[in-house]
């Protein structure tokens, strides 16, 4: 399996940028999907996930309200839509693919991850 993360940028805050994370290998469908992310200095931490079909979501609560998680099982890629961006939503952002597994925001469910994205928020 592997994951391939994209969309990451420079952005000015109050801004937009959307994540992409495409599958392969594997039936995408079979995995939860998860976003993380990982600040300077500072621990990965949760920022949303999505189950298989699509039909349940989760988020941290640094980001509800702001970032959306959703997929298209047919493209194979899960996708993160954050808006209203803060100075403090600045890191490597990472997909991660957890196999066959129900909602989770624990790091060491997931079974396979992308190589990061950066997303940099200017103030």
């Known amino acids: 399996v592997q994951l391939q993360a994209s969309g990451g940028g420079l952005v000015q805050a109050g801004g937009s940028l959307r994540l992409s994370c495409a599958l392969s290998?594997?039936?995408?469908?079979?995995?939860?999907m998860g976003w993380f992310r990982q600040a300077p200095g500072k621990e990965r931490e949760f920022v949303a996930t999505?189950?298989?079909?699509?039909?349940?979501?989760y988020y941290a609560d640094s980001v509800k309200g702001r970032f959306t998680i959703s997929r298209d099982n047919a493209e194979n890629t899960v996708y993160l839509q954050m808006n209203s961006l803060r100075s403090e939503d600045t890191a490597v952002y990472y997909c991660a693919a957890d196999l066959m597994g129900s909602l989770t925001t624990t790091k060491q469910a997931y079974d396979y991850w992308g190589q990061g994205t950066l997303v940099t928020v200017s103030s």
């Open positions: 290998g594997r039936t995408f469908s079979m995995y939860t």
């Open positions: 999505i189950n298989r079909s699509g039909a349940s979501t």
